[in-house]
């Protein structure tokens, strides 16, 4: 399966842009990159997902690099409440040799007042 | 609203005391599947089902029964429970597979003492 590595932990200040980082550089063509958020005490949540192009929606924007080895969530203002455990994840389409969905430790990100 | 939700939230039990944590989803999803969550190892697939009477082992499947009677159901079965199955659990719901997004119950917290 396909791994992404991210950093431990990052830090913002609230109302200030956020760029969490996700390298996958063994992903394959077909693998989708998805971003979930856990916050304190909660299941994960869905933030956004892409293939190729970027992406954006009311909660962030996914910018995935040319050769797709990486990708970046940003948050273009951060507020209290979106500190939380980030994970990016790669997944399998259908038809896919496995549908497992592979957490990794994920970036926890704080956000100063 | 669209939600998953689990029960118990809470359990303290015994070891070997045969137990069941109920998951429901009410958006008609095909896939369901059941995550433990542990410090420091983070989110683990435990089983996944794809459809009614269709299941699959995940990462860590020893010790966890599922069944899939009904699309919207999916218990999850600890027969004869041990402590190191003390851990934070949640079950998710999806359309169709991995590659949708997912959708997480609250989570149960399970002690076995």
């Known amino acids: 399966d396909a791994k992404t590595t991210q950093p431990n932990s990052m830090e913002s200040n609230e109302e200030e842009p956020v760029h969490l980082p996700c390298n996958h550089s063994?992903?394959?063509?077909?693998?989708?990159i998805h971003w979930y958020r856990q916050l304190p005490s909660q299941g994960p949540e869905y933030v956004i997902h892409?293939?190729?192009s970027n992406v954006n929606n009311r909660m962030a924007s996914l910018a995935i690099a040319e050769d797709r080895k990486s990708s970046t969530l940003i948050l273009h203002r951060a507020t209290l409440r979106d500190a939380a455990v980030y994970y990016c994840?790669?997944?399998?389409?259908?038809?896919?040799?496995?549908?497992?969905?592979?957490f990794g430790t994920g970036t926890l990100l704080a956000v100063q007042p | 609203e669209a939600q998953v939700t689990q029960n118990p939230r809470y359990l303290i039990t015994v070891t070997g005391k045969k137990l069941t944590v109920t998951c429901s989803q009410n958006?008609?999803?095909?896939?369901m599947s059941w995550y433990r969550q542990d410090p420091g190892l983070g989110l683990r697939q435990i089983y996944y089902?794809?459809?009614?009477?269709?299941?699959d082992k995940g990462d860590v499947p020893e010790g966890y029964k599922v069944s899939r009677k009904e699309k919207r159901n999916f218990p999850l079965i600890l027969e004869s429970p041990s402590p190191n199955q003390t851990s934070l659990y949640f079950c998710?719901?999806?359309?169709?597979?991995?590659?949708?997004?997912?959708?997480f119950g609250p989570g149960t917290r399970l002690t076995v003492l």
């Open positions: 998710a719901s999806s359309w169709r597979g991995n590659a949708d997004t997912q959708y």
């Open positions: 063994t992903i394959s063509g077909t693998d989708y």
């Open positions: 892409g293939l190729t």
């Open positions: 994840i790669l997944t399998t389409p259908y038809g896919g040799a496995t549908n497992k969905l592979i």
């Open positions: 958006m008609n999803h095909e896939y």
């Open positions: 089902s794809m459809n009614v009477e269709v299941t």
